[in-house]
């Protein structure tokens, strides 16, 4: 493809103090299409970023851990039904928070129990402290952690809702994380590490940086008020914990040959991560009449910004955030996506054999000069590779 167009909306963004630096690949069934890299580590002086720049994916990382259970479906030894607490006996504890009398949380057991399939939905009843008013009050009378503690007691929240009425964003695959772990008798970095990252050759896709890998990180950054760039590290420095939902670590090649390995029915290279039919599974809406929210209201506006929905029909799979319908110039009907906290964006489009991601380090969330600039590198993508048939 042409990288010199594609270049200089990257070039632009550094430029213009739209992001720090960025690293954006894109690919298809048969290898890389594009990979471009810009601006430098931090707007203090960094290094210059470079295509093995090291990225706190965040909740990039649902995807594979999502993986990680689905691996465990297909070989029987979890069932996407199970109740979560036939496995964790502590999430059949979890109660429903129904609201505060003064101070005082109201809860009460829950109409029926979360499975597997509520965890890989977002339906599960769980919610996260940044994205639900109730639950950051929860945090603040409680003193439990959030999940940017790294601390295992994060999971000690109790769901907002009845397993199964609703979808909302929260620590579902946190649990799923713990679920791995528990079936497959090792923590969740090393069972991805065997069974995802090194199948995949993600040389340096991690859940634990080394020191070399640290000193190619990008800096997360925050956008000033006047919407000027500041580092602000973020990051727990010994998380208790392999987090399902948000604790891998990457660069963008990595990610890149994770999403071609979808794209082409769960093998790359010769590996196969999951069967065909799997992957299918997990790129099928999932919601069951569970709603999706119009809006995701930022409770905590220094990490996230509202996040509205598109105004198209949309999904939710195993995993993976589905569009519904073909976005002209972008994505085809059945995409997959996602993001991570500092405005990574990643999206698997499997009709149209493309897949990309956009990853930089910037608070809050949902930057709209972020989100704008994502959307013109894939808008740029297309533009280039048109919409190959579908392979079955």
Not at 63 to 81: N, P
Not at 158 to 170: H, K, N, Q
Not at 212 to 221: E, K, N, S, W, Y
Not at 363 to 386: H, K, N, Q, S
Request: charged residues 20%; contains cysteine; proline residues 7%.
């Amino acid at each position: 493809m042409d990288a010199i167009g594609t270049d200089g909306i990257l070039e632009r963004a550094v430029t213009d103090r739209v992001v720090p630096g960025v690293v954006a690949v894109a690919g298809d069934r048969d290898g890389a299409l594009y990979e471009g890299a810009w601006g430098r580590l931090s707007v203090d002086d960094g290094a210059p970023v470079r295509p093995d720049t090291m990225f706190w994916i965040a909740s990039m990382t649902k995807a594979i851990a999502s993986v990680a259970a689905l691996q465990l479906i297909e070989r029987g030894e979890l069932e996407l039904e199970q109740p979560v607490a036939d496995v964790l006996p502590a999430f059949g504890r979890l109660q429903v928070l129904d609201g505060f009398d003064g101070d005082e949380p109201r809860l009460r057991p829950p109409a029926r129990q979360a499975t597997m399939r509520h965890l890989l939905t977002h339906t599960s009843g769980l919610g996260y402290w940044f994205a639900n008013a109730d639950v950051l009050r929860y945090h603040q009378l409680t003193g439990i952690p959030d999940a940017t503690s790294g601390r295992l007691a994060m999971l000690e929240v109790p769901l907002i809702a009845d397993p199964g009425t609703r979808w909302e964003y929260g620590t579902g695959i946190d649990w799923l994380g713990r679920v791995v772990e528990a079936v497959s008798g090792e923590d969740l970095a090393t069972y991805c590490g065997g069974h995802v990252f090194d199948p995949l050759h993600m040389v340096d896709a991690t859940f634990r940086p080394t020191e070399d890998q640290l000193a190619r990180m990008m800096t997360v950054h925050s956008r000033t008020p006047d919407g000027g760039l500041v580092p602000t590290p973020f990051a727990a420095a010994e998380p208790e914990f392999a987090a399902g939902g948000s604790g891998a670590y990457g660069t963008a090649g990595d990610y890149l040959r994770f999403m071609r390995a979808l794209l082409r029915g769960g093998e790359l290279d010769g590996e196969r991560i999951l069967r065909p039919e799997t992957v299918e599974l997990a790129f099928t809406d999932h919601l069951q009449g569970a709603p999706l929210p119009a809006v995701i209201r930022s409770a905590v506006p220094e990490l996230s910004n509202d996040i509205p929905s598109l105004p198209v029909a949309q999904g939710f799979g195993l995993g993976f955030h589905l569009v519904l319908e073909d976005l002209p110039g972008m994505r085809h009907a059945g995409t997959g996506d996602w993001a991570g906290l500092c405005n990574c964006y990643f999206w698997i489009d499997r009709a149209g054999g493309v897949a990309g991601t956009f990853l930089t380090q910037v608070l809050p969330f949902y930057d709209a000069r972020i989100v704008e600039t994502a959307a013109r590198f894939e808008a740029a993508v297309y533009a280039e590779v048109g919409a190959p048939a579908a392979t079955v």
